[in-house]
């Protein structure tokens, strides 16, 4: 007989579990109404022509292919085969494959429905995203993305209103955060200023890595795409500067007297601060000229989240991104968006204990005990009543023990038993039972009714 095991990267999630999972869904998902924006789902399979090439090379290779169905063998060309030419052969063997994220996914729903959405869309989705990559702490296979994108405006505002959306989801939860902010065209700017503007895309994917690897073996991997020492100083000097976000504003401006692009970006960043202070933000916001966000399809703004109380990785990403729509027939469709990282959350809020105590209504709130035929007929019709007025309430199926009715309610953490025996069916009455101080007291259908629209 096999062992059953959950493969590396997967995991299972309890009742318990699910929960507290649907406790940081609901925040997210509330935060998202409250701000107007609408929920779609897309599906979990993509075409590989959907997929690859939107998010850079190293996260091509973490896309999950899926084989095609049938003998598809006999259709490989054997000098394929034979040199494991794997460029070759994955698109003989493979058309198929889990959605690497949801925004890819988003800009082909986008051109698809363009004749059925009204601009600016803003849009969000809580669904799984699988990534072929090393499990890890905090990494995994398959996991919880929940995002809110506002498609076809350029305007900053956007920005602002993702940032509020990013301040309101981690209050609530209690998380303590650092929002950690760049725009792309500042990347490309100091590319340009340190004479690397040919290699922003090697040099993006590298810095990327600074958070894990640390500036000395970044340099290294620099050194090997060719950048030389001289750019390589002055990159370190710029990202090694210390000060308050105006601080590294005023230097990249006098630094940025060569690049347009790279004073377009530091505009944007300085409008959004501006617009930030008119309002109240509950977490800081770090100008962080290291944060790069690894996808290839980011141009403006970028966004990155960090847990100030626990070690684990950016718990949000996100960024602007102009031209994504263009290779769907949708040309000149910018878009921004963020993404929450719901499993990682879930990790915090348990190592931090910072579950909401009063969040249980999708738990049972009253059990009743099962004595036989007779009993559960006069229940029946009660737990209709009951259900209607949204209290959650289960009949016990079997007519066994009352011991070990009484021993399921504690295990599941049921707080009251309702029970209707001989006496309470003379006296057309239930007796209520408190499971945590064990008192009982008999109550009509119509008083049970009221008793549960109180507590709640």
């Known amino acids: 007989m096999q062992k059953p095991f959950t493969l590396k990267g997967t995991r299972d999630f309890t009742p318990n579990e699910m929960d507290k999972r649907n406790y940081i869904f609901d925040t997210i998902r509330n935060i998202f109404y409250l701000h107007g924006f609408k929920q779609i789902e897309t599906p979990a399979l993509e075409s590989l022509s959907i997929l690859l090439g939107k998010y850079g090379k190293e996260s091509d290779k973490l896309i999950f292919k899926i084989i095609n169905s049938g003998n598809f063998i006999t259709k490989i060309k054997s000098v394929n085969w034979n040199n494991c030419n794997l460029s070759k052969l994955i698109p003989q063997i493979s058309e198929k494959g889990l959605r690497y994220d949801l925004t890819v996914p988003l800009a082909r729903f986008v051109a698809m429905h363009r004749n059925e959405i009204s601009f600016p869309f803003r849009r969000f989705q809580i669904q799984p995203v699988w990534r072929a990559d090393r499990p890890q702490r905090g990494r995994y296979r398959e996991f919880v993305q929940c995002d809110a994108d506002i498609i076809g405006s350029t305007s900053l505002l956007n920005e602002i209103e993702l940032i509020k959306i990013i301040d309101e989801v981690f209050h609530k939860l209690s998380i303590n955060i650092s929002i950690k902010i760049n725009n792309r065209k500042i990347l490309n700017g100091i590319a340009k200023i340190i004479g690397e503007e040919n290699k922003i895309s090697d040099i993006a994917v590298i810095i990327d890595k600074l958070d894990k690897i640390g500036f000395y073996k ?99 990403g996100g960024g602007r991104y102009d031209s994504l729509t263009d290779i769907f027939g949708l040309p000149n469709l910018s878009g921004v968006g963020i993404s929450f990282g719901a499993d990682r959350i879930f990790d915090i809020l348990n190592q931090l204990n910072l579950y909401n105590k009063h969040n249980a209504s999708s738990h049972t709130q009253i059990l009743f005990v099962n004595f036989g035929e007779k009993e559960v007929n006069r229940i029946l019709p009660i737990l209709s009543i009951l259900r209607k007025s949204n209290i959650n309430t289960e009949l016990y199926p079997d007519a066994v023990k009352i011991k070990k009715q009484l021993s399921y309610a504690n295990n599941n953490q049921i707080p009251f038993v309702a029970i209707v025996g001989t006496n309470e069916l003379v006296e057309d009455k239930i007796s209520l039972k408190n499971m945590h101080d064990n008192t009982q007291f008999a109550i009509t259908t119509d008083e049970l009714v009221n008793f549960f629209q109180k507590k709640c």
């Open 218 to 316: 970044v340099n290294k991997e620099l050194i090997k795409k060719g950048i030389s020492n001289q750019s390589i100083n002055k990159l370190q000097s710029i990202f090694s500067f210390n000060g308050s976000n105006q601080d590294k504003i005023s230097v990249l401006k006098k630094k940025f007297s060569i690049s347009k692009i790279g004073l377009d970006g530091l505009q944007e960043i300085e409008t959004i601060f501006n617009k930030l202070h008119l309002d109240s933000i509950q977490n800081t916001i770090e100008f962080d000229l290291t944060l790069v966000r690894g996808l290839n399809y980011y141009t403006g703004t970028i966004f990155e989240v960090k847990c100030l109380d626990a070690p684990i990785g950016s718990i949000l």
